[in-house]
T-cell receptor, first 114, second 115 residues
Framework: AQSVSQHNHHVILSEAASLELGCNYSYGGTVNLFWYVQYPGQHLQLLLKYFSGDPLVKGIKGFEAEFIKSKFSFNLRKPSVQWSDTAEYFCAVSLMDSSYKLIFGSGTRLLVRP | GAVVSQHPSWVICKSGTSVKIECRSLDFQATTMFWYRQFPKQSLMLMATSNEGSKATYEQGVEKDKFLINHASLTLSTLTVTSAHPEDSSFYIC???????????FGSGTRLTVV
């Protein structure tokens, strides 16, 4: 069965620290890849997405992610986090078969200390 | 941009009653809609996928007789929680995918509380 793994469940950083959140998926076919953010008490917001082309994708709020096909990975990065980045981050993979299912990872809760 | 309207945003119902949640794509045709549930501090779990005019496909472990999904038109999908029980209390979110793009647009979610 297809799955999405996020290795870090809780991450605590100080402001200005660099961030990298891991995401791996298991699916042999073509996929599209997404990172979403959910701020406390708010709804999902798309950070960035990868469909094709340059595997290094830039998103909103200074986030970027790199798709490494050989590793089935799509890690999220930010060079310098801010207190306002405190949120839950979800990696998601859509299967480019007839279902177009969008499957979410378990999420990573990020706390940035001022 | 693409907008998905989900109603109600919250609902409280008595145990044993049924609740219907609507999800509408406002400015695009949603060929496929997805229904998720999210428990507190957990991820979104895909419940089912529905394509316009056909029966929904349910994920393993999701009771299709309890969670009735109807996708009668290209702009509307409904989820009915039948004979709701307290353990059905959760946050339900719909997502729509249109013909043209690969993106997914999410509704704002419905918080269901069964008392």
């Amino acid at each position: 069965a297809q799955s999405v793994s996020q290795h870090n469940h809780h991450v605590i950083l100080s402001e200005a620290a660099s961030l990298e959140l891991g995401c791996n998926y298991s699916y042999g076919g073509t996929v599209n890849l997404f990172w979403y953010v959910q701020y406390p008490g708010q709804h999902l917001q798309l950070l960035l997405k990868y469909f094709s082309g340059d595997p290094l994708v830039k998103g909103i709020k200074g986030f970027e992610a790199e798709f490494i096909k050989s590793k089935f990975s799509f890690n999220l990065r930010k060079p310098s986090v801010q207190w306002s980045d405190t949120a839950e981050y979800f990696c998601a993979v859509s299967l480019m078969d007839s279902s177009y299912k969008l499957i979410f990872g378990s999420g990573t809760r990020l706390l940035v200390r001022p | 941009g693409a907008v998905v309207s989900q109603h109600p945003s919250w609902v409280i119902c008595k145990s044993g009653t049924s609740v219907k949640i609507e999800c509408r794509s406002l400015d695009f045709q949603a060929t496929t809609m997805f229904w998720y549930r999210q428990f507190p501090k957990q991820s979104l779990m895909l419940m089912a996928t529905s394509n316009e005019g056909s029966k929904a496909t349910y994920e393993q472990g999701v009771e299709k007789d309890k969670f009735l999904i109807n996708h009668a038109s290209l702009t509307l999908s409904t989820l009915t929680v039948t004979s709701a029980h307290p353990e059905d209390s959760s946050f339900y979110i719909c997502s729509a995918r249109g013909r043209e793009g690969y993106g997914y647009t999410f509704g704002s979610g419905t918080r269901l509380t069964v008392v």
